[in-house]
């Protein structure tokens, strides 16, 4: 097997991964504060890339998109990020919090129904929302040519940028205190209490930035593929919660890890398996109903979850 | 400094708490004692407001504080050391130590508390990076009583915390109360089923049944300090036979 050919399907792999991570970390911090397994999470991330295309199309008539694509890209993301992060501190707000204490299979009912709305809404309010959008290509095309692989500068920028936030969840949860009080409350949410953390707070901020994160995928996808769906969320979201789930639900880091390993996979099977790449989307599927049956608590052993 | 003036607490249907009247009168300890499923860890969870009562009222510093959540009481100085520990397994000594102080913003106050904790217990200083859920049941007690006075409290409450540890420890976790109450100022709440022990240095003893004040003494009054001691030790000798 040529070399150069596995190089470039590693980095092919490693762009798709960054995108599944960015999802799984969100399923994975509900579930690591409230024990929620959040099915509108995916439409979080169709929600930032539409946001993120509105955005886009501010600057369309400016010839900012030219000259000044980097500043373009980071205030897309920006804003796609803060908007869903919003969005995303709503729907606990508005619609989990009260209904925390029912029962699990109440709230992935609600979270299911939530994920519908989201979808729904989007195709029929965004105009012309039931067919694929065209995500302007920001950048301007190229790549770099390195013995033979060829990195586009999307995927660098993809891989980067997920990699920078990773790095920068990685500070919050473990430098600051709001981080501190996350893994509190994720591990004995009643003593966290006692000690007088202010849980809603926390569980509100935690939505906040997992939302941000999965709408930060979102874009990702618009700018890589150059096409977005309002049902594109769906796919993702039982695509990151399987990474999530092979990680060890409530591991930050097994989300990531899981991201990864699931990117890889797809690719690998789609490239080295003849016509593999028609089961492309199955063997996430795949992966975590093993996992489920042989090892529910992940690869990183995050507590077992009795709960669906 | 902390009254509860004829507080009832429900679990949904089922009532737990009836009539109760307790005070824990400033700078004093007060020793809370009953049987199992008397009510004593729900008596507290009221005081931290974790349940709310369905009737009566619960003062600290002549305040009501049975309207506030749980954060709200926190901050007006009340801490607990809950049944069980409850200390946050995956978390190093330290951060718990620094969850203990989430009311105080204030970071030379905080670095002064933590070394405090570690001449509290020098064990806890040589662990402070150790991943608490790793700890020894002992460590994990001195853990979650210096996790409770990072937040400087004036009341500090204490479910049962000599509870599984081994006699010598049972004494150093003594000393430490006493020296908390003595040299701090610090009102002190104790839960414990080491009636006689705990006897021994409470101001104040009540006892609980089935969700009632049966027995109270305060003060000096030692002959019904000795009453309550014969009482809960020949019933608690009853229940054993
Ligand atoms: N969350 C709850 N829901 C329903 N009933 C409860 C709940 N917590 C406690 N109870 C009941 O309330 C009663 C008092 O419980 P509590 O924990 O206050 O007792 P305790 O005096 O602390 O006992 P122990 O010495 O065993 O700790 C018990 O009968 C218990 O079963
Ligand atoms: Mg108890």
Same mark, same amino acid.
């Given at each position: 097997?040529?070399?150069s ?12 991964g ?5 999802v ?28 993120g295309?509105?955005?886009v ?21 920006i ?6 992060g ?32 989201i ?68 591990q ?28 930060? &995928?979102?874009?990702m ?10 049902n594109?969320?769906?796919? @993702?979201?039982?695509?990151? *919660? ?15 890890? &899981? ?8 690719? *690998?099977?789609?490239?080295?398996i003849? &016509? ?12 975590? @109903? ?7 608590? &992940? ?10 | ?27 004093e ?15 507290i ?9 369905s ?46 102080a ?64 081994a ?14 109450n ?30 009632e ?29």
């Amino acid at each position: 097997m040529d070399f150069s050919v596995v190089i470039q399907q590693l980095i092919n792999a490693l762009t798709l991964g960054s995108m599944y991570s960015l999802v799984a970390v969100g399923f994975t911090l509900f579930f690591g504060v409230i024990d929620l397994i959040n099915f509108a999470h995916g439409e979080i991330y169709m929600l930032g890339a539409f946001v993120g295309l509105i955005t886009v199309g501010f600057f369309a008539g400016t010839g900012m998109l030219a000259s000044h694509f980097i500043l373009v890209l980071f205030i897309v993301l920006i804003v796609a990020m803060v908007v869903s992060g919003l969005a995303g501190a709503i729907i606990e707000r508005a619609i989990i919090r009260p209904m925390r204490g029912a029962s699990d299979l109440m709230m992935l009912l609600l979270t299911l129904g939530v994920s519908i709305i989201i979808r729904e809404g989007v195709m029929i309010f965004y105009p012309n929302g039931a067919n694929p959008q065209a995500f302007p290509d920001l950048f301007p095309g190229g790549s770099v040519n390195l013995m033979g692989i060829v990195l586009k500068y999307e995927q660098m920028f993809v891989i980067g940028f997920a990699l920078l936030m990773v790095l920068l969840l990685h500070v919050l949860v473990n430098k600051t205190k709001y981080g501190r009080y996350m893994l509190a409350i994720s591990q004995d949410r009643e003593a966290a209490m006692m000690m007088g953390i202010d849980i809603n707070k926390i569980i509100t901020f935690t939505f906040i930035v997992g939302s941000a994160l999965g709408a930060a &995928g979102g874009v990702m996808n618009g700018m890589y593929y150059n096409i977005i769906k309002f049902n594109m969320g769906f796919l @993702i979201g039982i695509k990151g *919660f399987s990474a999530a789930v092979v990680g060890g639900l409530g591991n930050i880091y097994g989300a990531i890890v &899981g991201g990864f390993l699931l990117g890889f996979l797809e690719m *690998f099977a789609a490239a080295f398996i003849p &016509g593999g790449s028609q089961y492309q989307d199955v063997i996430g599927f795949a992966i975590v @109903i093993l996992f489920l049956v042989f090892k529910p608590s &992940g690869i990183f052993n995050e507590k077992v979850y009795e709960k669906v | 400094m902390l009254a509860l003036k004829n507080v009832m607490t429900h679990y949904g249907s089922i009532r737990v708490l009836r009539n109760m009247n307790m005070t824990a009168g400033k700078g004093e300890i007060t020793c809370l004692l009953g049987s199992n499923g008397a009510g004593k860890t729900t008596t507290i969870k009221t005081i931290i407001g974790l349940v709310k009562p369905s009737e009566g009222e619960v003062l600290f510093e002549g305040q009501r504080i049975d309207n506030l959540n749980t954060p709200q009481i926190v901050q007006k100085g009340i801490a607990i050391v809950p049944e069980g520990r409850r200390v946050f397994p995956k978390l190093s000594v330290e951060d718990n130590l620094l969850i203990g102080a989430c009311m105080i913003d204030d970071k030379k106050r905080i670095e002064k508390n933590l070394l405090k904790s570690y001449e509290l217990f020098p064990r806890l200083g040589e662990r402070k990076t150790q991943v608490a859920g790793t700890l020894s049941g002992g460590e994990q007690q001195m853990l979650a009583m210096c996790r409770a006075l990072m937040s400087e409290p004036k009341l500090l409450l204490m479910d049962e915390p000599s509870l599984g540890l081994a006699p010598i420890l049972i004494k150093e976790i003594f000393d430490t109360i006493v020296r908390i109450n003595k040299e701090d100022g610090t009102t002190i709440l104790l839960i414990e089923q080491n009636a006689h022990k705990a006897i021994a240095i409470a101001d104040r003893v009540y006892v609980l049944q089935k969700g009632e004040i049966v027995m109270e003494s305060h003060g000096e009054d030692t002959l019904s300090k000795e009453r309550i001691e014969n009482a809960y030790l020949h019933k608690t000798v009853d229940k054993a036979v």
